[in-house]
Nanobody, 115 residues
Framework: QVHLVETGGGLVQPGGSLRLSCAASGSIRSVSTMGWYRQAPGKQRDLVAT???????NYADSVKARFTISRDNAKNTVYLQMNSLNPEDTAVYYC?????????WGRGAQVTVSS
């Protein structure tokens, strides 16, 4: 089992920045890909960004050039730096970790972009 805890959500004005963190604990040695997904009210959960243990990164088109995912393997933590936020980025952001047994999810962090 892998346990994930997200921190760093909150309220920010349009054009502002936030950084999300996701700390992993438990059986983390087999974790390969970690990533961030988001779910806005009434919508499905969508991929935001993923990063493999080797450092390969994938972004959703809607966040490219604005968001940056990074990973500190020594701290078992993945980060999402979000810049130039707009109201369409408002959602609950979930951390996900994959290993050979399946996928694990955090409980989510609310990000609200509003003036």
């Amino acid at each position: 089992q892998v346990h994930l805890v997200e921190t760093g959500g909150g309220l920010v004005q349009p054009g502002g920045s936030l950084r999300l963190s996701c700390a992993a604990s438990g059986s983390i040695r087999s974790v390969s890909t970690m990533g961030w997904y988001r779910q806005a009210p009434g919508k499905q959960r969508d991929l935001v960004a993923t990063i493999t243990s080797g450092g390969s990164i994938n972004y959703a088109d809607s966040v490219k050039a604005r968001f940056t995912i990074s990973r500190d393997n020594a701290k078992n933590t993945v980060y999402l730096q979000m810049n130039s936020l707009n109201p369409e980025d408002t959602a609950v952001y979930y951390c996900r970790a994959d290993d050979r047994y399946g996928a694990y999810w955090g409980r989510g962090a609310q990000v609200t972009v509003s003036s």
